[in-house]
């Protein structure tokens, strides 16, 4: 389960039931500015961080 203010620079995501993959570039953590209470998700389920 990904938070985005957790989400790191060059991690990537992915969906467990469409295989969507998202890329992280720029890390809303590193700004301080991040208000996300949601995990990110898609197709419903939380984006998962690929091994």
Do not use: F, N, R, W
């Not at 991690?11 to 990110?40: H, N, R």
């Amino acid at each position: 389960m990904a938070h985005c203010h957790e989400m790191k620079t060059g991690e990537v995501y992915v969906c467990q039931t469409c295989g969507l993959e998202i890329e992280v570039v720029s890390s809303c953590g590193d700004s301080g500015a991040c208000s996300c209470t949601e995990p990110v998700s898609c197709c419903g389920q939380p984006l998962t961080l690929k091994a």
